[in-house]
């Protein structure tokens, strides 16, 4: 028997969007280091530049492409320009997403007292904002959409073509305060599942990661007060995760390597991998 190889990409073209970010970032390493010539793509074009530019310090092919995940002419542009320099898309990673204020609640249950003496420094989940809740779910259940229906184009009917989503803990239970994000991501684990009956007559396989607790530049200040030390959310979080600490971005690596390799993982469709600290496993007692 002959082991696969999980980290043989050589002569594959990768895109990541929101390359930029810690997460992704690392991801767009390891598919460089791997042999792939990616594509880093973000809407500010300098972050996906300096993750570009490390990758090709470390003798990595990369380049960097602004892209708005949200806007068709945007992603047509940016496929365009992949293709013209790195080739036809072999692997997608729809790494973009976020949450915003407007879809968050500032107490994580809502009591007698605030129902009835409104409090406007207090947003419940009366006050949640429409276009806050709209712009998440935007942000994460179309950004991975559209970038797909632009970049699958290159791979129907190529061998070895693979789309993975970034999923979130929150797919699986959502956190109390962030419901439009908990149900953006819930949209994008079905939303792989769906991808992967719907592609596979044409050779595309779709998966999804599941990030545990990740310290990111969009919820350190969630985690951390200003003494480096957790907050009272952080601990909660710390608490409901057996292992006891946040992920290390370089632990996402070997969930997507296999992933990507047709060889190790030909036979993956339509999973959702958890990598979380057994957090998901978790019931609290």
């Known amino acids: 028997m002959s082991l696969p190889n999980f980290t043989d990409l050589v002569g594959k073209v ?60 945007s992603l047509e542009t940016a496929a365009a320009e992949v293709l013209a320099k790195l080739g036809s898309c072999d692997i997608l990673v729809n790494g ?35 276009d806050g809740i709209r712009f998440v779910f935007d942000l994460n259940f179309l950004g991975s959409l559209m970038p797909t ?14 789309i993975i989503n970034i999923s979130s803990m929150n797919a699986y239970c959502p956190l109390t305060k962030i419901p439009a994000y908990s149900a953006a991501k819930a949209a994008v684990s079905n939303f792989t599942q769906w991808l ?16 545990g607790f990740f310290v990111t530049n969009q919820n350190r200040a969630l985690l951390f007060g200003a003494d480096g030390q957790p907050t009272a959310r952080a601990g909660k979080i710390l608490n409901g995760t057996p292992m006891g600490r946040f992920g290390e971005s370089k632990e996402l690596i070997g969930s997507l390597m296999f992933l990507t390799s047709e060889e190790a993982a030909g036979f993956v469709n339509g999973v959702v991998i958890p990598v979380d600290g057994a957090f998901s496993a978790y019931s609290g007692v």
């Open 96 to 130: 973009a997403g976020g949450n915003h204020p407007k879809g968050t609640t500032t107490k994580e249950n809502l009591t007698l007292e605030d129902f009835q003496k409104p409090d406007a420094s207090v947003i419940s989940f009366f006050d949640l904002d429409p």
């Open 196 to 211: 992967a009956v719907h592609f596979a007559p044409v050779g595309i396989r779709v998966n999804a990661i599941a990030p």
């Open 149 to 162: 229906q632009v970049f699958a184009k290159q791979m129907v009917g190529r061998q070895g073509c693979s």
């Open 14 to 73: 990768a895109v990541v969007t929101g390359g930029g970010g810690i997460l992704c970032a690392d991801m767009a390493r390891a598919l460089a280091e791997a042999g792939a010539r990616v594509a880093i793509l973000d809407l500010k074009l300098e972050s996906a530049e300096a993750v570009a530019a490390a990758i090709r310090e470390e003798g990595g092919q990369a380049i960097a492409v602004a892209a708005n995940v949200l806007e068709r002419a």
